[in-house]
Nanobody, 121 residues
Framework: QVQLVESGGGLVQPGGSLRLSCAAS????????MGWYRQAPGKQRELVAG???????NYADSVKGRFTISRDNGQNTVYLQMNSLKPEDTAVYYC???????????????WGQGTQVTVSS
């Protein structure tokens, strides 16, 4: 069984910062890409940032220069440092990872349970 557990969400004022963490655990053989998505009320889930195992990153245009994704391969953990937060960043943030489990032939995408980020004064 593979699990992704997120932490670090909360309420922050505009211009503030938050750091999200997501740890993968369980019967893992290898982890390919890891990333963060978000879904605001009434909107579709969108990619915020992603990173390959080798550390190549990509970002949504709306967060470039403000958010930074990083990962610790030894700890099977991915982070999202969010600075200069805006009210429009308010959403549920989901961790995603493409993982090959020990009992599987192919890698599959796994999702965390989501963590709420609210940016408001």
């Amino acid at each position: 069984q593979v699990q992704l557990v997120e932490s670090g969400g909360g309420l922050v004022q505009p211009g503030g910062s938050l750091r999200l963490s997501c740890a993968a655990s369980g019967a893992i053989f290898s982890i390919n890409s890891m990333g963060w998505y978000r879904q605001a009320p009434g909107k579709q889930r969108e990619l915020v940032a992603g990173t390959t195992r080798l550390g190549i990153t990509n970002y949504a245009d709306s967060v470039k220069g403000r958010f930074t994704i990083s990962r610790d391969n030894g700890q099977n953990t991915v982070y999202l440092q969010m600075n200069s937060l805006k009210p429009e960043d308010t959403a549920v943030y989901y961790c995603n990872a493409v993982i090959k489990a020990l009992n599987k032939v192919y890698a599959s995408p796994y999702w965390g349970q989501g963590t709420q980020v609210t940016v408001s004064s």
